[in-house]
């Protein structure tokens, strides 16, 4: 399994960015695909995340600004991330919880500047 992530950039304050990852493989039943992000000197934390059924949650700073949405048959995950704060910075990674296993793709980058 592999994940490929991508949208991450630089925006302003209030501003939106729209990130993506794709899972590629041979991936059958029950799995969760998320977004979390790391600060700088700060632990990895969830930001949000659906699993193949529709089922999401969202972590307290996302709700009512990001909104994760998934294509099942691509398992294709998407954040949309409105009214951007520069504590949104971050290098953001997408995860795949499958299997008894966590996959994660390569980070990407958000920077909120003000």
């Known amino acids: 399994v592999q994940l490929q992530a991508s949208g991450g950039g630089l925006v302003q304050v209030g501003g939106s960015l729209r990130l993506s990852c794709a899972a590629s493989?041979?991936?059958?039943?029950?799995?969760?695909m998320g977004w979390y992000r790391q600060a700088p000197g700060e632990q990895r934390e969830l930001v949000a995340r659906?699993?193949?059924?529709?089922?999401?949650n969202y972590a307290d700073s996302a709700k009512g600004r990001f909104t994760i949405s998934r294509d099942g048959a691509k398992n294709t995950v998407h954040l949309q991330m409105n009214s951007l704060v520069p504590e949104d910075t971050a290098v953001y990674y997408c995860g795949l919880d499958w299997s008894r296993r966590t996959f994660w793709g390569q980070g990407t980058l958000v920077t909120v500047s003000s």
């Open positions: 659906i699993t193949n059924g529709g089922t999401t």
């Open positions: 493989g041979y991936i059958v039943g029950f799995n969760v």
